[in-house]
């Protein structure tokens, strides 16, 4: 498991710290527990935001028909 060394008011310190004593955990339990949280939003948001366009692309209807187009095709106006 790797070390992290961070910077962190002392205000803020003291009141983590007692959060974690709160919940009979350490600061690095807590620590892990919320970057675990941020992952895990992260790529169910990830997900979710992907199913949703491939579910927009296949309502839509539209298609290339197959044709390629350049850069400067798709940036013409």
Do not use: C, Q
């Not at 992952?39 to 290339?64: C, Y």
């Amino acid at each position: 498991m790797a070390n992290v060394t961070m910077s962190i008011e002392d205000a803020l310190l003291r009141r983590a710290r007692k959060a974690a004593v709160d919940r009979d955990a350490s600061l690095s339990d807590l620590f892990r527990s919320y970057l675990a949280e941020l992952v895990e939003r992260d790529e169910a948001r990830r997900a979710f935001l992907a199913s949703e366009l491939d579910a927009l692309f296949a309502e839509s209807g539209a298609s290339s028909k197959g044709k390629r187009r350049t850069r400067d095709e798709l940036h013409e106006r």
